[in-house]
């Protein structure tokens, strides 16, 4: 007989939701999934040192992984630990694919292109790939029903953010419409 697995079970993101939650000496009221890197982390932890907030790193290419990772553990979060905000932070570092498909015997690169100028275009292509990355998974979590209805009659807040690495600006996404906007620092 095969025994039938909870959603949550394996699920890293929960996994590690669990072991903060035991170490916490009061319980959870934010859960906070968060990209893995280190500068926006340590930020995000000064930010919410006052809460009771439990901050996961993953990276954010992951947060889908095998499924609905991210959605499974937000879900767990609202139903295990009644946590009233869910905070989302993705970041322009990123790890998304960002190479295109590349014919063989064609130049590198044009020669008249300054590296400068491809650099920053390439820099710019990753950022842009990773907040439609995050965007797409904002639009996914907010689309589970459980989700959706708790943020929709107010007993769930749902915050946005997007870290841009190379300024080290925040931004908040807006799910509603799709769109982007600069916190000040």
Not at 34 to 51: F, Q, T, V, W
Not at 78 to 106: Q, T
Request: glycine letters at 6%.
């Amino acid at each position: 007989m095969v025994a039938a697995s909870k959603p949550h079970e394996g699920n890293r993101l929960v996994q590690n939701l669990k072991k903060v939650v035991q170490q916490a000496d009061r319980s959870i009221t934010w859960a906070v999934f968060a990209d893995d890197d280190p500068l926006m982390l340590r930020r995000l932890g000064e930010a919410l040192g006052k809460e009771s907030a439990a901050i996961i790193p993953a990276p954010q290419n992951l947060w889908s992984c095998g499924g609905h990772a991210l959605e499974d553990a937000v879900v767990w979060a609202i139903n295990e630990l009644a946590v009233v905000s869910v905070v989302l932070v993705g970041s322009s570092a990123a790890g998304v694919p960002v190479s295109d498909p590349i014919l063989a015997g064609r130049a590198a690169a044009d020669e008249s292109e300054n590296t400068l100028l491809a650099s920053v275009r390439a820099s710019e292509r990753k950022r842009r790939l990773a907040q439609e990355d995050f965007s797409q998974q904002v639009q996914s979590l907010v689309n589970v029903h459980e989700v959706g209805h708790r943020v929709a009659r107010g007993s769930l807040a749902l915050h946005c953010l997007f870290y841009r690495a190379e300024s080290g600006v925040f931004t908040a996404f807006d799910p509603r419409d799709g769109s982007f906007r600069a916190l000040i620092n």
